[in-house]
């Protein structure tokens, strides 16, 4: 791994566009049509969004903040199941919310990124099977229908589905939803392209595999295995039109063909395969679990060295990173962590990928999923008050954007030493630790 007081000073291409990445389910509030909700109600969540960071009620604030942090860009989602709470029904009322702060963040010149679909959709719509269904593919069509002409004219980037690669397919259910999401994606990517100019991608889940012992041949070829059905897959599908499955015949869909305008790349770690672990029981993202980040993401999964080899399999079209970012407490890491990253990217770059922006994730702390402790945010929120305080990275990445690049000097400013992992993350074993300490 590259040492940060040692990086180089690192400038970006001119006109590279630099902003932060945020999700509707994961800082809205009060979702309470989604099936996220449903689900967290039903049980099994560690936490419930509840509030989150009550950003419907607070995203006046937040599109101010968005600016005042010198963010050139932002990346968020709509909330289907807020537009289209029962089937059919349209509530005009949440429309013409989003697109009061689709205004907002356009009056005051922020370049915005609209996901479709990151995650969350309505609860009927989940009832009715959702992606494991092809036929529900007209709901999405009639959503988009309604959608996608209020808001293209403040739209300048588009992401269909959010990491919709993102499962490593080994039951037939989730190949056939996998294989659904392409045809989802290519029937949104058209939609859209016929009311807006703007480039539409989808956000891949670009997670880098390696084998645990790279001289075991299991570990060899799971870890192949899993790269190509993640990703592999997708970029052979809209490069050729071609659709492999696991279980059923290959599909010739040529709407799929060509149905990016650039890669949206989402990339936080590695991860490394041991094929003697059932696919269930791998350690993974184990940092997401703690308050701090733990000894397993310092020294196994933070690799920068993986952004730059993933990145060299992207070189037919430009590249836009709209999600990387880490979990810490001790936001002295996310400095460190962001360091390392672009200087990863700008070696990409000088190896001929064209990697055109980078989005953090996340602009502020939010809710991870299942719990409140992963706080990935530029910005700290107080899950009480909703206060919002920038922490020091936010100021680092701030000067970061005004310097299209990372100096030594801004290194050493933010940074006096490297920071080292507390006794109980470098040995603590994460199973046996207790959520709350
Ligand atoms: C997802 C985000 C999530 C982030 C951090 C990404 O895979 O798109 O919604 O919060 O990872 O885990």
């Known amino acids: 791994m590259y040492d940060v007081f040692s990086l180089p000073e690192i400038k970006f291409?001119?006109?590279?566009?630099?902003?932060?990445a945020t999700a509707g389910h994961q800082i809205e509030g009060d979702n309470v049509h989604s099936q996220c909700w449903a689900g967290e109600l039903a049980g099994g969540f560690r936490e419930t969004s509840g509030k989150a960071c009550n950003h419907y009620e607070m995203y006046r604030d937040d599109v101010a903040l968005i600016r005042e942090?010198?963010?050139q860009a932002y990346r968020m989602s709509i909330?289907?199941?807020r537009i289209e709470p029962?089937?059919?029904?349209?509530d005009e009322k949440a429309m013409e919310h989003y697109l009061d702060e689709l205004r907002l963040l356009k009056q005051q010149g922020t370049y915005v990124l609209v996901t479709l679909h990151h995650g969350s959709h309505p609860q009927w719509f989940d009832e009715r099977g959702a992606f494991q269904r092809i036929e529900n593919l007209g709901c999405f069509e009639r959503y988009l229908e309604y959608l996608a002409p209020k808001i293209a004219p403040y739209v300048d980037n588009w992401h269909t589905l959010n990491e919709p690669n993102g499962a490593w397919p080994i039951s037939r259910e989730m190949d056939t939803a996998r294989t659904n999401k392409i045809k989802f994606h290519a029937r949104a990517y058209r939609l859209v392209k016929s009311y807006s100019d703007a480039p539409v991608s989808y956000s891949h889940c670009f997670m880098q595999y390696m084998p645990k012992r790279h001289y075991n041949a299991y570990d060899n070829l799971i870890t192949n295995v899993k790269d190509f059905l993640?990703?592999?897959t997708w970029f052979h599908a809209i490069r050729t039109g071609e659709l492999?499955?696991?279980?059923?015949n290959a599909e010739s869909v040529p709407e799929v063909k060509g149905s990016v305008d650039y890669w949206g790349v989402n990339a936080y770690t590695r991860h490394m395969v041991d094929a003697r672990?059932?696919?269930g029981d791998a350690p993974r993202f184990k940092h997401k679990e703690l308050k701090m980040i733990a000894k397993d993401f310092y020294l196994e999964e933070m690799y920068p060295e993986g952004m730059t080899a993933n990145l060299e399999r992207l070189t037919d079209k430009p590249v836009y990173i709209t999600e990387n970012g880490c979990a810490c407490d001790d936001d002295r890491f996310r400095i460190v962590y962001i360091a390392l990253y672009l200087s990863a990217i700008r070696e990409a770059i000088d190896l001929g990928v064209d990697v055109r922006g980078y989005f953090y994730w996340s602009f502020m702390d939010n809710y991870e999923w299942s719990s409140f402790l992963p706080r990935f945010g530029l910005v700290h929120v107080d899950f009480e008050t909703f206060e919002r305080t920038p922490k020091p990275s936010a100021y680092f990445y701030r000067d970061v954007i005004a310097q299209n690049g990372v100096t030594p000097?801004?290194?050493s400013r933010y940074l006096s030493e490297l920071p080292t992992l507390s006794r109980r993350d470098r040995g603590a074993s994460p199973a046996k630790m207790k959520v709350s300490e």
């Open 69 to 71: 942090l010198g963010h």
């Open 409 to 411: 000097e801004l290194i």
């Open 79 to 81: 909330e289907w199941c």
């Open 86 to 90: 029962t089937e059919g029904c349209f």
């Open 277 to 279: 672990i059932a696919p």
């Open 13 to 20: 291409p001119d006109g590279f566009l630099w902003g932060a």
């Open 244 to 248: 492999l499955s696991l279980y059923g």
């Open 230 to 232: 993640q990703h592999e």
